[in-house]
């Protein structure tokens, strides 16, 4: 089954056929704009800050961190599959 959506919540890793992804944190202080650490494990393990709207690539996926929902609180994040062809942008 192809995943084009992942939800991730605090504590909670979540393993697809395309690798492992887990939240480190999420960061809503007022004063810096909104950044979660994400971690996706699958050939090898690489670590990323993200920004809404950044992308990051998963084998030869690119993924973008499309919202996150209660931030300050029991946050939700989701992560989508960007469309093909579509270059990552943090390496």
């Given at each position: 089954m192809t995943v084009s959506q992942i939800c991730l919540t605090a504590g909670i890793q979540r393993n697809t056929d395309i690798g492992s992804f887990g939240v480190i944190y999420v960061d809503a202080r007022a004063e810096?704009?909104?950044?979660v650490r994400l971690v996706v494990s699958g050939a090898e393990e690489n670590r990323y800050n993200l920004h809404l709207g950044d992308t990051f690539p998963v084998g030869e996926d690119t993924w973008y961190l499309d919202r996150v929902e209660d931030p300050t609180g029991d946050w939700a994040v989701f992560l989508s599959q960007a469309e093909q062809g579509e270059p990552a942008t943090t390496p």
């Open positions: 810096t704009p909104l950044t």
